[in-house]
T-cell receptor, first 112, second 114 residues
Framework: NAGVTQTPKFQVLKTGQSMTLQCAQD?????MSWYRQDPGMGLRLIHY???????DQGEVPNGYNVSRSTTEDFPLRLLSAAPSQTSVYFC???????????FGQGTRLTVV | KQEVTQIPAALSVPEGENLVLNCSFT??????LQWFRQDPGKGLTSLLL?????REQTSGRLNASLDKSSGRSTLYIAASQPGDSATYLC?????????????FGEGTQLTVNP
């Protein structure tokens, strides 16, 4: 049971480049979310999904896109990377709002 | 808007000491509260989940309590060990939000000295 798997673990991008952060879970969880963690700001919600085909914006959605075509996968797309998107990104999943949330190991992204 | 506060931001204790980490929140209408541990450069590891109808949960040397009326949760760590050194985060799901959206505190950085 792998839990929540994020790839890549580290990435350096140039300003203006695009990329996709991958997130997969094998627990058949309906709820999946993306957070970013910044010093002094804590963890903030970017986008979330309550099931395949259903996504919504969180607290800091600008510059990011998501889609959820399957229950297992929830990729996060950076459309045109900016230095302000330098951060550590975490994907999380849970069965419902009443159950434990599990996090991936994170992707450390640097935009230069 | 729900706000979550963790005090102190940092705590240093000698090995073997019992300690309490605090988490406070502004709106008592929550579904659950979860405590996490984060080691440097790593992801979040779930420690305990307390449902809104529960008062406490225990796992090994850890005990978490929840008092919705006062907007507080505490994480009690018994007989602390150097391996307990990490940042501890509390997070909750507020009833005002949709989906499984966690609102986090900024964490307490714990150092247990041998």
């Amino acid at each position: 049971n792998a839990g929540v798997t994020q790839t890549p673990k580290f990435q350096v991008l140039k300003t203006g480049q695009s990329m996709t952060l991958q997130c997969a879970q094998d627990m058949n969880h309906e709820y999946m979310s993306w957070y970013r963690q910044d010093p002094g700001m804590g963890l903030r919600l970017i986008h979330y999904s309550v099931g395949a085909g259903i996504t919504d914006q969180g607290e800091v959605p600008n510059g990011y896109n998501v889609s959820r075509s399957t229950t297992e996968d929830f990729p996060l797309r950076l459309l045109s990377a900016a230095p302000s998107q330098t951060s550590v990104y975490f994907c999380a999943s849970s069965y419902s709002i009443f159950t434990e949330a599990f996090f991936g190991q994170g992707t450390r992204l640097t935009v230069v | 808007k729900q706000e979550v506060t963790q005090i102190p931001a940092a705590l240093s204790v000698p090995e073997g000491e019992n300690l309490v980490l605090n988490c406070s929140f502004t709106d008592s209408a929550i579904y659950n509260l979860q405590w996490f541990r984060q080691d440097p450069g790593k992801g979040l590891t779930s420690l305990l989940l307390i449902q809104s109808s529960q008062r406490e949960q225990t796992s090994g040397r850890l005990n978490a309590s929840l008092d919705k009326s006062s907007g507080r949760s505490t994480l009690y760590i018994a007989a602390s060990q150097p391996g307990d050194s990490a940042t501890y985060l509390c997070a909750l799901i507020a009833q005002e939000t949709s989906g499984s959206r966690l609102t986090f505190g900024e964490g307490t950085q714990l150092t247990v000295n041998p």
